[in-house]
């Protein structure tokens, strides 16, 4: 299974770095969970882009709560993300907030700001498409803005490295 999840991340990494080779994505705007967030900030970085987190909460606490749950090698990868971020900040929250789904909205805000024509990519398994939370919602948010997402699929079963 270690290998599949190897090849696995391998074809996913290609995909992101040909979308944001083809598309000229010079900034990229979310948080840094373990699997497709860092997947997308490493390309990203490989590409000297920008790297702009938004975090719900202190570095130390979403580390806890959304990077090493997928394995303790999610954690040194997060660590240089964060490291070599243009920016990185933490979202303030209104009560009863999810704090998730508030910074996943204020990093579409700051996406937006700096280019109205801002594009989503999104990993995505279809699994959640009508949930309140997660890529599904993030999708649908993305699109009563006007913007357009570009769906890269992982398939229902895909488990990366649990370095």
Request: aromatic share 6%.
């Amino acid at each position: 299974m270690f290998e599949t999840a190897q090849a696995e991340e391998a074809r996913l990494t290609s995909q992101i770095m040909a979308c944001l080779e083809e598309h000229g994505i010079t900034a990229g705007f979310g948080a840094l969970a373990c699997g497709a967030d860092i997947l997308v900030a490493e390309t990203l970085l490989r590409r000297s882009a920008e790297l702009h987190v938004l975090l719900p909460f202190s570095p130390e606490r979403f580390a806890e709560t959304s990077v090493t749950i997928g394995g303790k090698g999610w954690l040194p990868r997060y660590q240089d993300c964060l490291k070599r971020a243009t920016s990185v900040r933490t979202i303030p929250m209104e009560p009863d907030t999810n704090p998730y789904v508030a910074a996943s909205q204020s990093a579409m805000a700051a996406a937006l700001a700096q280019d109205p024509q801002a594009l989503q990519i999104s990993l995505f398994d279809g699994m959640d498409a009508d949930s309140d939370v997660g890529t599904g919602s993030d999708i649908a948010h993305w699109k009563s803005l006007g913007g357009r997402t570009i769906i890269i699929p992982t398939g229902p079963n895909l488990r990366l490295p649990q370095m």
